[in-house]
Structures are given as structure tokens and as C-alpha cells.
């Protein structure tokens, strides 16, 4: 007997950006929420650099212009913070 599953590719319906976390709505019902720490770009921004986001890709990541960092449901979801880069 085989059990039938709909792979539903996850979708943000809202965010909110906190000092220590963002939250994620999806369209499917879920929350989930991971530390401003993932993002090494988002730890050093202002603020206002924090809240300036938008959402991308039909609701597949969020975007922060002013600190050109893009962070996705799927990252979020599979626990994968975005390393520092090396310094050479």
C-alpha cells in the first residue's frame, strides 16, 4: 500500500524582523523563526537596515537591499545559516 503525498514547495505569506529573530508566516499555515545570528550581515545592520526587506520569488526568500542579503523559507526551514566569508 502506497501513501500519497503533495510536495508542496514552502511560501512566505508575511514576515516580522525582530532585534534577535525573524519570523516567517507561510501560506500553508506554518510559523518558524530563526536567530538574527544566522546572518552575520543582518547581526552588523542597523535597525532600519533590519526592517527594509522584501519578499522574493513569489514568496520563496526575503530580501534586504541595503545589506544585500537574501535568506530563504527552504534555508530557514533545513537550518542552514549563511557563513562569513573568509578574509585571505
Not at 23 to 33: K, P, Y
Not at 48 to 66: A, K, M
Request: net charge negative; proline share 8%; aromatic share 6%.
Amino acid at each position: 500500500m502506497g501513501i500519497a503525498v503533495r510536495v508542496i514547495e514552502p511560501r512566505l505569506l508575511s514576515v516580522q524582523v525582530s532585534a534577535d529573530e525573524i519570523t516567517a508566516f507561510l501560506v500553508d499555515g506554518r510559523t518558524i523563526s530563526v536567530p538574527i545570528a544566522w546572518s552575520w550581515r543582518l547581526s552588523e545592520a542597523t535597525p532600519e537596515q533590519r526592517l527594509n526587506y522584501e519578499i522574493i520569488g513569489e514568496g520563496l526568500g526575503i530580501h534586504w537591499p541595503d545589506i544585500d542579503e537574501d535568506i530563504s523559507v527552504e534555508g530557514m526551514l533545513y537550518g542552514s545559516p549563511a557563513p562569513r566569508p573568509r578574509s585571505n
